[in-house]
Antibody
Framework: EVQLVESGGGLVQPGGSLRLSCAAS????????MNWVRQAPGKGLEWVSG????????YYADSVKGRFTISRDNSKNTLYLQMNSLRAEDTAVYYC??????????????WGQGTMVTVSS | QAGLTQPPSVSKGLRQTATLTCTGN????????AAWLQQCQGRPPKLLSY???NRPSGISERFSASRSGSTASLTITGLQPEDEADYYC???????????FGGGTKLTVL
């Protein structure tokens, strides 16, 4: 079964850091681009960051550029999101999502259940 | 980053047909086409269609998508109570090198 399982969310103070993980199973992880997408409470979906299968290309939304770092360990089938200098507006459920093909530009076809990040003092 | 434009809400009766729209530009919907996602309350998004009218395995034929220029549409026929959800369009923006989403349409089945 193709599956993505996020972990690492929690409560953090403004200015703090958190690292999210996404464990993948059921498919050839290194063959797919991966992404992080977030959803603030009661709001819509916002793409955060993406990374190519071999890590050669990374992409970031302007709202997180310079604060968040996406990475992956293909030997562990795991995607990461290092989040620094966190702000209240980063509070959201964070989903990892697979790009449906090698380009990663056609669709986000598999989604995890999400992990909640709350930034508050 | 500019997003795609969707109407906030659509209401239709049971067994009727609903058409949801999504407007982008030549760098996203007009170039790569749109993908449509369904999000039921408290659940993660689920892919319904991509590249305008390709459906993943297991998605009902009641869901069909199309595109005209930079506007994509999702048509849901024979509306059922379980179709009540939020629907998002998405597309890769070649100018931004980023995924962009619509604000979502809340579909109510009366």
């Amino acid at each position: 079964e193709v599956q993505l399982v996020e972990s690492g969310g929690g409560l953090v103070q403004p200015g703090g850091s958190l690292r999210l993980s996404c464990a993948a199973s059921g498919f050839s992880f290194s063959s797919y681009g991966m992404n992080w997408v977030r959803q603030a409470p009661g709001k819509g979906l916002e793409w955060v960051s993406g990374i190519s299968g071999g890590s050669s290309h990374t992409y970031y939304a302007d709202s997180v550029k310079g604060r968040f770092t996406i990475s992956r360990d293909n030997s562990k089938n795991t995607l990461y999101l290092q989040m620094n200098s966190l702000r209240a507006e980063d509070t959201a459920v964070y989903y990892c999502a697979r790009g449906s093909d090698g380009s990663g530009q056609i669709a986000l076809d598999i989604w995890g259940q999400g992990t909640m990040v709350t930034v508050s003092s | 980053q500019a997003g795609l434009t969707q109407p906030p809400s659509v209401s239709k009766g049971l067994r009727q047909t609903a058409t949801l729209t999504c407007t982008g530009n030549s760098n996203n919907v007009g170039n790569q086409g749109a993908a449509w996602l369904q999000q039921c309350q408290g659940r993660p998004p689920k892919l319904l269609s991509y590249r305008n009218n390709n459906r993943p395995s297991g998605i009902s034929e009641r869901f069909s998508a199309s595109r005209s220029g930079s506007t994509a549409s999702l048509t849901i026929t024979g509306l059922q109570p379980e179709d009540e959800a939020d629907y998002y369009c998405s597309a890769w923006d070649t100018s931004l090198s980023a995924w962009v989403f619509g604000g979502g349409t809340k579909l109510t089945v009366l």
